[in-house]
T-cell receptor, first 113, second 117 residues
Framework: EPEVTQTPSHQVTQMGQEVILRCVPISNHLYFYWYRQILGQKVEFLVSFYNNEISEKSEIFDDQFSVERPDGSNFTLKIRSTKLEDSAMYFC???????????FGPGTRLTVL | AQSVTQLGSHVSVSEGALVLLRCNYSSSVPPYLFWYVQYPNQGLQLLLK??????LVKGINGFEAEFKKSETSFHLTKPSAHMSDAAEYFC???????????????FGQGTILTVHP
């Protein structure tokens, strides 16, 4: 069964450094999402992406964040200058045009020191 | 605007007992409702969903949920708990203004289910 994959599974970085989190959505899906879950808190929506542009973003998704689909398979989340409060589990999800379900990847745990 | 409230951050049951995880939602448009399960060190897996067809929805692993518009609820149940059901469960809502099913999910805070032998 097709699945969403994410790399790396765990990323440790120093405050102020740039990180790129990578996702490979299910191949025929066209809608892509990033969510994050700070330890002990709710899963929060960050951004949705369709047709090579952001379709919706939350207040969390400020100028430090960006998303990109650099080729036909990857979907990336970049944090330009990480802060301690960016430490969280980041989930990628994808959705096809014939389904109402978002399929989630296993997540990347980001630790900012 | 949408929101989800899950009553009880921790629920503990005995193996073989009824599982009931509560979810109430608020939505300004007709909602799509989902239950996801997260096992330790894994991602979110869809258990079941309500998308305006039958109000009683059956999912994987023997779980089911009933959409009650009058109560704005979508509680998750399973008649007989199994040890393997121990996980964290998330209720989520998605709006469908304009008939679309695409858009952000708003999650509840999650309920950790513990199953005792």
């Amino acid at each position: 069964e097709p699945e969403v994959t994410q790399t790396p599974s765990h990323q440790v970085t120093q405050m102020g450094q740039e990180v790129i989190l990578r996702c490979v959505p299910i191949s025929n899906h066209l809608y892509f999402y990033w969510y994050r879950q700070i330890l002990g808190q709710k899963v929060e929506f960050l951004v949705s992406f369709y047709n090579n542009e952001i379709s919706e973003k939350s207040e969390i998704f400020d100028d430090q964040f960006s998303v990109e689909r650099p080729d036909g398979s990857n979907f990336t989340l970049k944090i330009r200058s990480t802060k301690l409060e960016d430490s969280a589990m980041y989930f990628c999800a994808s959705q096809g045009t014939s389904t109402d379900t978002q399929y989630f990847g296993p997540g990347t745990r980001l630790t900012v020191l | 605007a949408q929101s989800v409230t899950q009553l009880g951050s921790h629920v503990s049951v005995s193996e073989g007992a009824l599982v009931l995880l509560r979810c109430n939602y608020s939505s300004s448009v007709p909602p799509y409702l989902f239950w996801y399960v997260q096992y330790p060190n894994q991602g979110l897996q869809l258990l079941l969903k309500y998308t305006s067809a039958a109000t009683l929805v059956k999912g994987i692993n023997g779980f089911e949920a009933e959409f009650k518009k009058s109560e704005t609820s979508f509680h998750l149940t399973k008649p007989s708990a199994h040890m393997s059901d121990a996980a964290e469960y998330f209720c989520a809502v998605s709006g469908r203004a304009g008939g679309t099913s695409y858009g952000k999910l708003t999650f509840g805070q999650g309920t950790i289910l513990t199953v005792h032998p």
